[in-house]
């Protein structure tokens, strides 16, 4: 089978905020990525997923886009871009951008337009509604940050729908030419060169059109956020985004090897239909099976049923994929801790499918504390204490032990995590045990066994706290055993890999031979196996 680049290739996340300042204002730049390009491919990282650097007002932090053709001054100018992009691909890294269709910001030129009258030949661009027949918003949908989706416009005397922020109004994609002005912007990156998109909340971008309220949820607990008060089956996930998908995937297409990634987040079997049938949906909708498990589900048998249940929801031909982390999610040295987050790592780089990397995960930076005063996320802002402020994960990249960890020359826009001064780049890199060398030595693996790239997949039955699989490609044959416990483990292997010798082990030191069939794990320990005869 001949792969493409965004099937075996792995992609790293980029928040460009955070990821190095070179012109000392505390905020990360493309300069800075660009600065970066070298350790990203020594790394072995195959594609940059940059989040939006797009000019923004920044009330989502770059979610809110009030330009999709221009680079915010902030990050740098559109000759950095290009500059960045021709750097990038000289090393044989693509570039993958952020696409924000559902919404603008509320300062973007067409949300102004819109705004000004009801007789602008704009309003139609986005979702404005008289108010319900008492007084007070249209119906009973609820932002993903809480309150109310829907803002009154004094201006208009009409409520205008927003998904998230008051700030983030939503496009009205029914509206033919806010398709057409969506689409040229995915032709204009095309055009110069970029690889792909991530698409922002591709399953929001299409509504009820009749707008009526969301179904309550008989499951609502307080304290998972407001927005889970309703269910969402109005407001999301509307049979016509396919066809717009469809388009989207058509122009992707005219352009050569590109890649749409979706996100998309939702129950397993409707976040399957992204896909598409026959080649017209998107490459890979976001699987964040992996981030939403819940410590109960990150057992062996969890994992194996977890895993077990993603492979055999996909549709014939679609390719998987699996991700760890995000600007949107707490990160994964926090949620499992530091043992498991090396063993998660393994997981990650050694499943059937795509894998994309969260910066800083790869230095397995842990919870860090941001105080009050310091919170910039509007999340945590809006509804504070309940752990869903994002800051924590978004913290700058350390990459030595100087001044602000080499990630600026002034005060960061968020703290760094309290450790560092060792839990840096450059100190990581020259120890052989780190999280880091840990990850070098995975992608490392990856590319030397097509099996780990692109290979089939079979998991072997759960023993104890190990999940097993094997992962083949032609006569070559892996087996992983990961041992999600913190006790010794034993496994046995098939007999087709007895004696098999060890390749990697998550756990510094020398891991036990395996005697015949006999595999002892350490607590914690993850292992790459090929059997002896394997090359
Ligand atoms: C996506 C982004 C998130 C943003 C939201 C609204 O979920 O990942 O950071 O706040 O969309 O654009
Ligand atoms: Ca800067």
Request: charged share 20%; hydrophobic share 40%; aromatic share 10%.
């Amino acid at each position: 089978m001949s792969a493409a680049w965004w099937q075996w290739g792995v992609v790293y996340q980029v928040y460009p905020r955070s990821f190095q300042d070179t012109n000392g204002d505390g905020i990360g730049d493309l300069a800075g990525i660009e600065q970066h390009l070298d350790y990203l491919a020594d790394l072995g990282v195959d594609a940059l997923w940059i989040s939006p650097m797009y000019p923004s007002p920044m009330a989502d932090f770059g979610y809110d886009v009030a330009d999709y053709c221009e680079v915010d001054p902030r990050f740098g100018t559109l000759a950095d871009f290009d500059r960045l992009l021709s750097a990038a691909h000289a090393r044989g890294l693509k570039i993958i951008l952020d696409y924000v269709p559902n919404h603008t910001s509320n300062r973007h030129p067409w949300f102004l337009e819109s705004r000004s009258a009801r007789t602008s030949p704009k309003r139609d661009w986005y979702l404005w509604r008289d108010a319900a027949p008492g007084g007070g918003p249209p119906n009973n949908w609820i932002s993903d940050f809480g309150g109310p989706a829907w803002t009154w416009d004094e201006a208009t005397g009409q409520y205008y729908a927003h998904a998230f922020l008051k700030e983030q109004p939503d496009l009205n994609w029914r509206n033919p030419e806010v398709q057409r002005a969506m689409f040229d912007v995915l032709r204009f990156w095309f055009a110069r060169g970029v690889d792909g998109f991530r698409i922002d909340v591709l399953w929001h971008i299409f509504k009820a059109a009749d707008f009526r309220d969301n179904p309550p949820n008989p499951d609502y607990r307080p304290g998972r956020g407001e927005m889970h008060r309703v269910l969402q089956t109005c407001s999301t996930d509307q049979p016509e985004v396919h066809g717009v998908i469809a388009e989207m995937r058509r122009i992707a297409d005219r352009f050569g090897a590109r890649v749409l990634i979706g996100e998309v987040c939702l129950p397993l079997e409707r976040s399957m239909r992204y896909y598409g049938t026959d080649g017209e949906g998107i490459h890979l909708p976001f699987n964040f099976r992996l981030v939403d498990a819940t410590p109960a589900q990150w057992t062996a048998a969890g994992l194996a049923d977890l895993v077990g249940a993603y492979e055999a929801a996909l549709p014939e031909g679609a390719w998987p994929n699996w991700v760890l982390g995000s600007h949107d999610a707490p990160r994964i040295a926090a949620r499992r801790g530091d043992a498991q987050a090396r063993v998660a790592a393994m997981l990650l780089l050694t499943l059937r499918g795509t894998p994309t990397l969260y910066q800083g995960d790869e230095l397995a930076i842990g919870a860090v504390h941001v105080p009050a005063a310091s919170v910039q996320d509007p999340r945590e802002l809006r509804e504070p204490g309940l752990g869903l402020g994002r800051d924590p994960s978004r913290t700058p990249m350390a990459w030595n032990a100087e001044g602000h960890a080499g990630f600026s020359s002034a005060l960061p826009w968020l703290p760094l995590h309290d450790d560092w001064p060792t839990r840096n780049v450059a100190r990581m890199w020259a120890d052989r045990e780190s999280t880091l060398s840990l990850y070098r030595r995975l992608l490392a693996l990856r590319r030397a066994y097509p099996a780990l790239s692109r290979g089939e997949w079979s998991l072997l039955p759960v023993q104890g706290d190990v999940l097993g699989y094997v992962r083949g490609h032609g006569a070559q044959r892996l087996v992983v055993a990961l041992n999600l416990g913190a006790t010794p483990q034993s496994f046995t292997l098939p007999a087709w890999a007895a004696s098999a010798r060890v390749l990697l082990s998550t756990v510094p030191g020398d891991p036990s031979p395996p005697s015949s069939t006999t595999l002892h794990l350490r607590p914690d320990e993850g292992l790459i196996l090929a059997p002896s005869l394997e090359a």
